[in-house]
């Protein structure tokens, strides 16, 4: 099984490490925990409740494992390629276990809900196994393990959102923010283990979520990203006080409108959308308010209306260039990226070279390739098999990424001699004599700090003079 390129996505989100305030006063926390994330931006907001939850017990956040009582490493499972590097990091920790007695190691997240007591059994060193929806049982796991016991909980919910708890934020620039807007997925695409190790779909309480951005505002931050697997379904069916429905509702076009109004000066972004779901509603919300980034992230998976109907994606390659259209006919400047999968079941290289075709029509800024894995328990699993040879996997990828690095190449070409407002993250990783900031349309671009006074946080306007096919490179206007 290869699986090329795939986790660069998740290489590059490796957090490493984690940090919570007060952790290194010791009347505050009697212990410390480590808690390292993989996988999507879903399993980084998980971390920072996770990292809520353990504040409030007493357990405070180290970067440094060596001095942890508790690792945590919340799990992926979508590609085998990801799995694997848990189970490394697993036995990488083995030795420090040894050493330092007492010390409890715990696996959370996807890999959890799909290995369930598993793993506590198969490698041994694991003490605490937690699905996604079941966080709130950590306090009382940690302590039936600390008396040796099996902790397992992996019990995934219709309704937990964990809509009331504040998340710390982890490894913040104190500039942009993760705010999870509903959970888990209840699209049936044939190669996905998320409705598996998620559960059923459902939407965190608009209010809570409002509240919780216009907090971070009011801390500093200058842009959210609502985080689900297809927030274009997000739906909040609104309750009296006595919790009786309003027959009223709140939809993602609503959402989004509410947490733009919040202030002009909070960018907002969103992630991730399913071509089906996204609607006129959404893409006319996005281009009435300027804070709303202009930038869709919709993942194609294949350009094959035979393959997309394999994976059951229920679009078409001509439905989905129609989106693509309608996007551009609505918000001509969004920027649009992908995800294609590459070496599905049966696919042909008639199919192959339509995913390439798609790639050129949509112009994609950027995408995320990865050849196909079959995991476990999902209906292509079952259904199909996984009959494409490695190797015409491999060339077929290699000549997605070739495409797409062309592709991102012309798109920030595209850009050069056009100025941008640019919302400063931090110094860029060069050169502390450079800010690193990101265009509406989520690219990075990188630029002379000058003799200005500015901080990150600050809005700029840049123009583009140079760029790479990553980076764009640009210089203050005045
Ligand atoms: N909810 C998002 C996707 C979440 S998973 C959506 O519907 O677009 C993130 C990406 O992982 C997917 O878009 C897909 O490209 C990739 N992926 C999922 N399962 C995979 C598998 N079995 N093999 C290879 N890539 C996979
Ligand atoms: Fe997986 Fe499809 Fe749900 Fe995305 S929409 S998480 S690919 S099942
Ligand atoms: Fe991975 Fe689970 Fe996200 S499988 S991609 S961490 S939802």
Same mark, same amino acid.
Request: proline content about 3%; charged content about 30%.
């Given at each position: 099984?290869?699986?090329?390129?795939?986790?660069?996505?998740?290489?590059?989100? %490796?957090?490493?490490?984690?940090?919570?305030?007060?952790?290194?006063?010791?009347?505050?926390?009697?212990?410390?925990?480590?808690?390292?994330?993989?996988?999507?931006?879903?399993?980084?907001?998980?971390?920072?409740?996770?990292?809520?939850?353990?504040?409030?017990?007493?357990?405070?956040?180290?970067?440094?494992?060596?001095?942890?009582?508790?690792?945590?490493?919340?799990?992926?499972?979508?590609?085998?390629?990801?799995?694997?590097?848990?189970?490394?990091?697993?036995?990488?920790?083995?030795?420090?276990?040894?050493?330092?007695?007492?010390?409890?190691?715990?696996?959370?997240?996807?890999?959890? #809900?799909?290995?369930?007591?598993?793993?506590?059994?198969?490698?041994?060193?694991?003490?605490?196994?937690?699905? @996604?929806?079941?966080? %709130?049982?950590?306090?009382?796991?940690?302590? #039936?393990?600390?008396?040796?016991?099996?902790? +397992?909980?992996?019990?995934?919910?219709?309704?937990?959102?964990?809509?009331?708890?504040?998340?710390? %934020?982890?490894?913040?620039?104190?500039? $942009?923010?993760?705010?999870?807007?509903?959970?888990?997925?209840?699209?049936?695409? $044939?190669?996905?283990?998320?409705?598996?190790?998620?559960?059923?779909?459902?939407?965190?309480?608009?209010?809570?979520?409002?509240?919780?951005?216009?907090?971070?505002?009011?801390?500093?931050?200058?842009?959210?990203?609502?985080?689900?697997?297809?927030?274009?379904?997000?739906?909040?069916?609104? #309750?009296?006080?006595?919790?009786?429905?309003?027959?009223?509702?709140?939809?993602?076009?609503?959402?989004?409108?509410?947490?733009?109004?919040?202030?002009?000066?909070?960018?907002?972004?969103?992630?991730?959308?399913?071509?089906?779901?996204?609607?006129?509603? +959404?893409?006319?919300?996005?281009?009435?308010?300027?804070?709303?980034?202009?930038?869709?992230?919709?993942? +194609?998976?294949?350009?094959?209306?035979?393959?997309?109907?394999?994976?059951?994606?229920?679009? $078409?390659?001509?439905?989905?260039?129609?989106?693509?259209? %309608?996007?551009?006919?609505?918000?001509?400047?969004?920027?649009?990226?992908?995800?294609?999968?590459?070496?599905?079941?049966?696919?042909?290289?008639?199919?192959?070279?339509?995913?390439?075709?798609?790639?050129?029509?949509?112009?994609?800024?950027?995408?995320?390739?990865?050849?196909?894995?079959?995991? @476990?328990?999902?209906?292509?699993?079952?259904?199909?098999?996984?009959?494409?040879?490695?190797?015409?996997?491999?060339?077929?990828?290699?000549?997605?990424?070739?495409?797409?690095?062309?592709?991102?190449?012309?798109?920030?070409?595209?850009?050069?001699?056009?100025?941008?407002?640019?919302?400063?993250?931090?110094?860029?990783?060069?050169?502390?004599?450079?800010?690193?900031?990101?265009?509406?349309?989520?690219?990075?671009?990188?630029?002379?700090?000058?003799?200005?006074?500015?901080?990150?946080?600050?809005?700029?306007? +840049?123009?583009?003079?140079?760029?790479?096919?990553? $980076?764009?490179?640009?210089?203050?206007?005045?």
């Amino acid at each position: 099984m290869i699986d090329l390129m795939t986790d660069k996505k998740h290489d590059e989100l %490796r957090q490493g490490e984690a940090y919570a305030p007060f952790a290194n006063d010791p009347n505050h926390y009697h212990k410390r925990f480590y808690i390292e994330s993989y996988g999507c931006q879903m399993n980084f907001s998980d971390s920072e409740i996770v990292a809520s939850i353990l504040n409030k017990e007493g357990f405070g956040a180290t970067r440094n494992v060596e001095e942890a009582d508790l690792i945590f490493l919340n799990t992926c499972s979508i590609r085998e390629k990801a799995e694997q590097t848990v189970r490394k990091r697993l036995t990488e920790f083995k030795k420090l276990k040894q050493q330092k007695k007492g010390m409890l190691v715990g696996v959370l997240g996807c890999m959890a #809900e799909r290995l369930k007591s598993k793993f506590i059994e198969e490698e041994k060193l694991v003490d605490i196994v937690v699905g @996604p929806d079941a966080y %709130r049982s950590l306090p009382e796991l940690v302590n #039936e393990a600390e008396q040796g016991q099996k902790a +397992v909980n992996v019990l995934l919910s219709r309704e937990e959102t964990y809509a009331d708890i504040s998340p710390v %934020r982890l490894d913040s620039n104190g500039v $942009t923010a993760f705010v999870s807007i509903m959970r888990g997925c209840n699209n049936m695409c $044939t190669f996905c283990v998320v409705p598996f190790t998620r559960g059923r779909e459902r939407s965190r309480d608009a209010a809570s979520i409002i509240a919780e951005c216009k907090d971070l505002f009011d801390r500093g931050f200058k842009e959210v990203t609502l985080l689900g697997q297809n927030v274009d379904s997000y739906h909040y069916a609104l #309750e009296t006080n006595e919790g009786e429905p309003t027959g009223s509702f709140f939809t993602f076009a609503m959402l989004l409108e509410a947490v733009a109004k919040i202030s002009p000066l909070l960018r907002v972004r969103f992630s991730t959308s399913h071509p089906k779901d996204i609607t006129d509603d +959404v893409l006319h919300t996005m281009a009435k308010y300027e804070n709303i980034c202009k930038y869709i992230h919709l993942p +194609v998976q294949s350009g094959s209306s035979r393959i997309l109907q394999l994976m059951n994606r229920t679009y $078409t390659k001509e439905w989905y260039l129609a989106k693509v259209d %309608r996007i551009r006919q609505i918000i001509p400047d969004c920027g649009i990226s992908s995800d294609i999968i590459t070496g599905f079941c049966t696919e042909e290289e008639k199919d192959h070279q339509e995913t390439l075709e798609v790639m050129e029509y949509s112009r994609y800024d950027m995408s995320y390739m990865c050849a196909y894995s079959e995991r @476990p328990g999902t209906l292509a699993e079952r259904r199909y098999k996984d009959d494409v040879p490695d190797a015409d996997k491999k060339r077929r990828l290699t000549e997605i990424v070739e495409t797409q690095n062309r592709l991102s190449l012309e798109s920030n070409q595209r850009d050069i001699g056009k100025s941008f407002t640019i919302l400063i993250e931090g110094d860029s990783k060069k050169s502390a004599d450079d800010w690193m900031g990101r265009s509406s349309q989520n690219k990075v671009i990188v630029f002379p700090k000058e003799k200005i006074e500015l901080k990150k946080g600050d809005y700029v306007t +840049v123009k583009v003079t140079d760029c790479t096919q990553a $980076t764009l490179i640009g210089k203050m206007i005045q």
